[in-house]
């Protein structure tokens, strides 16, 4: 069985400055902040992982606007001889 693979949705309730959308997809927690500030988040990335959005906890910040939630990546199968 493969392991199962995550990413990260981060919903704004409204556009963040210079963005037309509210919703953004990551591969890990540190990424987002490649993108965001933790002002535009509302917390630093220590404290998602205190929080514990990694174990799919969601985290919310009523100020920012900004939920971040841990979703299940679904993957067709390869057959076993494919190369990647």
């Known amino acids: 069985m493969a ?27 540190s990424a987002i902040y490649t993108q965001f500030s933790k002002q535009q988040v509302g ?11 990694s174990d799919g906890i969601p985290y919310y910040n009523k100020r920012t ?5 841990r979703e299940l990546l679904v993957r067709k199968a390869r057959p076993e001889n494919t190369p990647e």
Not at 43 to 53: D, F, K, P, S, Y
């Open 43 to 53: 917390c630093a990335v220590t404290r998602l992982w205190e929080v514990g959005v």
């Open 65 to 69: 606007g900004c939920t971040i939630t």
């Open 3 to 29: 392991q199962q693979e995550f990413i990260y949705w981060v919903h704004f309730a409204d556009p963040p400055a210079g963005c037309s959308t509210t919703d953004f997809f990551f591969g890990g927690l």
